[in-house]
């Protein structure tokens, strides 16, 4: 067998759920194990592709793409990277004698995005309901299946709320994977091997680049992988019906858009951060003017506020590393996009958002086109925006 013919064997053996046919290529007992413990969750999940690819033909340990796209959930073939080990026997004949996750991303690529949840969990539990695709450890399944509805029912409003305000579908995503775990440091891991532990992250939405898109494509993303920890209050206290429904609704906003992304290449640019947390934010408590106003006033009160200030445009300064001063920097930008909704209507608000991810050079632009503004008018206008519905915020010093 022909390397070729060993991933065609792989390619054949999910789609047809065979598992003698896919563990054939592999050799040795350990080895073999640990592929059908990757077999056995892989066919749990409905994919529209599931393929493996060389990404370098030379000799040695060989980087290899599992080609994937989750029928519902992606809008295109995305990957995660494997080293696999090959052994040539006589006649050409070939086997895997070892597999694992790519530590490195290959060369001009953004990540490896490895491990998924079927490389990390023994036995995997998925859950579908309406758009959404829930995977946890098959210990938390009741738990699981107990925030399902909750979760479907955040995918469905956010869904709505866009399609309502007749904003442009071309390219939403419309089904979301979440990842649901209660380990630290195991939510740390996902996607992005020893990734950064950032205590105050509650969940996290991540863009999956498109497989193999062209530099002139405008679709670069082929879907989102969400992951959210279920040990916080959100998911434990008493009223975590509202917790679930608020941050599913804040992650799922995220994964929405993130197909309007048009960045490549290993570095990627994104719209302002002001714009991503803002309209999640709003997403999550639009319905809820109420509580939303509440939080507002509680998490700015004695805020240092003047015309000046802005929700930072950057990550770095946007996630402050004080629990306090993110809340604060959150809900700054919650309220531009809320003013932005409430001023121009959400259609502009929503288009200028997924122009912004389309094209985030352009934003002087944008606020003309979508707004028939420039940055500065939009600015003064929050900024009596935020005085008025945060009473109790600060004075500062110019
Ligand atoms: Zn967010």
Redesign the pocket.
């Known amino acids: 067998m022909s390397r070729e013919k060993v991933y065609d064997t792989l390619a054949k053996a999910i789609k047809d759920k065979d598992e003698a046919a896919y563990l054939k290529p592999f050799e040795g007992a350990q080895n073999k194990e640990h592929a059908r413990k990757l077999f056995r969750n892989l066919v749990k999940v409905p994919f529209t592709v599931a393929k493996f690819e060389e990404l370098n033909a030379g000799n040695g340990s060989r980087p290899v793409a599992f080609v994937h796209q989750i029928k519902g959930i992606d809008y295109a073939p995305v990957y995660e990277q494997y080293i696999f080990e090959f052994e040539s026997k006589p006649e050409h004949y070939q086997v895997i004698t070892g597999f694992r996750g790519a530590t490195e991303p290959y060369l001009g690529t953004p990540g490896s995005f490895y491990p998924a949840p079927w490389d990390v969990y023994e036995d995997m539990t998925v859950v579908r309901k309406g758009r959404v695709m829930i995977i946890s450890d098959k210990k938390h399944q009741a738990d699981t299946r107990r925030f399902a509805p909750y979760v479907a029912r955040a995918a469905d409003d956010d869904v709505r709320t866009w399609e309502r305000s007749g904003a442009d579908t071309t390219r939403l995503s419309k089904g979301a994977l979440i990842v649901l775990e209660p380990e630290r440091n195991v939510y740390d891991k996902f996607y992005k091997g020893n990734g950064d532990h950032d205590s105050l992250e509650a969940g996290v ?1 991540l863009a999956m680049p498109k497989y193999k898109a062209e530099y002139e494509e405008k679709a670069q993303y082929g879907g989102s992988r969400i992951v959210m920890d279920s040990s916080l209050s959100r998911f434990t206290s008493s009223a975590w019906r509202q917790g679930v429904t608020d941050i599913s609704r ?2 799922i906003g ?1 994964a929405m858009v993130a197909t309007y992304d048009t960045s490549r290449g290993p570095l990627p640019v994104f719209p302002d951060t002001w714009i ?2 803002g309209f ?1 934010g709003y997403l999550e408590s639009r319905d809820n003017t109420a509580r939303a106003s509440a939080e507002a006033r509680r998490s700015l009160d004695g805020y240092k506020f003047g015309p000046w200030v802005r929700p930072a445009d950057d990550a770095e300064t946007f996630y402050a590393k004080t629990a306090k001063e993110r809340r604060s920097i959150y809900v700054l930008a919650r309220l531009a996009i809320q003013y932005m909704a409430k001023k121009y209507g959400e259609k502009a608000a929503f288009g200028f958002v997924a122009a912004q991810y389309a094209r985030p050079g352009k934003q002087q632009e944008h606020f003309s086109q979508y707004l028939g503004t420039d940055r500065n008018g939009f600015w003064d206008g929050w900024y009596n925006y935020v005085r008025a519905q945060v009473p109790n915020i600060g004075a500062a010093k110019g």
């Open positions: 939405n804040h992650e995220h991503a947390e999640a």
